[in-house]
């Protein structure tokens, strides 16, 4: 068996233990949320998302493992054009999710200013239709008389 490198140990260890502390999270807070909260499916749901992601870590451990295995096999040193392509890559791969987040932050903001003005006298519009009716009748008067009272205090 070859050597294997130390950062894939590490990796797969620090992989591991996050597995494990899941698995725990699942085996003891998880168990007991869904004692407590037993007609609700969506915290079942939650606990099973812990376990599922407790064994997507294990295999990405182990996956981690092998690659380490393979790489020490080889032996092969990484050329200058793999170096540069995978640089290369890196930067773009940034630069797009940085144009991700400028785009989706102008959308959300135009959005929202679209929402703000086109709905701006829905509030006034709600208001007074909510007046008009019920207790409304009821509150008109008192906020005329309320206002009349404030308005000859000053």
């Known amino acids: 068996m070859k050597k294997i490198s130390k950062g894939y140990r590490i990796a ?4 591991l233990i996050w597995a494990i502390v899941d698995f725990r ?13 037993s ?7 939650l606990v099973q998302d812990k376990l599922f992601q407790g064994i997507v870590k294990v295999v ?7 690659v380490g295995l393979i790489r ?5 040193q990484r050329t200058a054009l793999t170096a540069i392509t995978c640089l290369l890559s890196l930067a773009l791969f940034v630069i797009w999710g940085a144009g991700m ?9 135009y959005a929202a200013t679209r929402y703000l003005n086109g709905y701006r006298d829905f509030a006034s519009t709600m208001q007074l239709e909510a007046l008009n009716t019920g207790w409304g009748k009821v509150l008109i008067p008192v906020m005329r008389t309320t206002m009349q009272i404030a308005g ?3």
């Open 72 to 76: 020490a096999r080889k032996k092969k």
């Open 152 to 154: 000859g205090r000053r």
């Open 25 to 37: 999270n699942y085996a003891t807070i998880g168990k007991d949320l869904v004692a407590y909260y």
């Open 101 to 109: 987040f400028c785009l989706t932050s102008v959308t959300a903001e």
């Open 39 to 45: 007609g609700e499916s969506i915290i079942w749901e």
């Open 60 to 66: 990405l451990a182990v996956a981690i493992i092998v």
């Open 12 to 15: 797969s260890a620090l992989f």
